[in-house]
């Protein structure tokens, strides 16, 4: 006999069972996909925020003040950039390297430097041209270019 009979329920309850698991399966692929983009993202997705926070004219100079927070990232030992200064016109005037590293883990701070040669009222926007060195944990060149965003509180716009 092939009915409904006792070796009939085992194979129902064996089926059954199958397709819960089945099914217990393909519910935890949503679950665990996010968890592991988050961490993929936790290091490579931080930002580091640039702010050009303020111009001040100082002699043949325009000191510059960078604000650098990188409040969600790891520790660098170093973050090297290369700016440009254009002028009012939009013509390429000073190209400066500046070392923002080391920065701390989770930690916002303000860098200091001058573009020398160019007084602030000639600058019409500052340029975020590369990242020439980017280095602690498993940063890369490439990498923190990628995650850096940048902004202006002072009277010219920071691009990148």
Do not use: H, W
């Not at 325009?62 to 440009?84: E, H, I, W």
């Amino acid at each position: 006999m092939t009915g409904p009979g006792r070796n009939g329920r085992r194979s129902d309850r064996a089926g059954a069972a199958r397709v819960l698991l089945a099914a217990a399966a393909i519910l935890a692929l949503p679950l665990a996909a996010p968890a592991s983009a988050q961490g993929e993202s936790g290091a490579k997705g931080a930002p580091i925020k640039l702010q050009l926070n303020r111009l001040e004219a100082t002699g043949e100079a325009c000191r510059t003040y960078l604000l650098v927070d990188n409040g969600r990232g790891p520790a660098l030992k170093s973050l090297k950039v290369d700016l440009f200064a254009f002028d009012t016109e939009g013509v390429a005037q000073k190209r400066v390297a500046v070392e923002l590293g080391p920065l701390a883990e989770k930690k916002t701070s303000v860098k200091i430097f001058d573009f020398a040669g160019i007084a602030c009222p000639k600058i019409g926007r500052v340029l975020l041209n590369d990242v020439l060195a980017c280095e602690g944990g498993e940063a890369s060149r490439e990498g923190c270019l990628e995650r850096t965003e940048t902004e202006s509180k002072a009277s010219v716009p920071f691009d990148r």
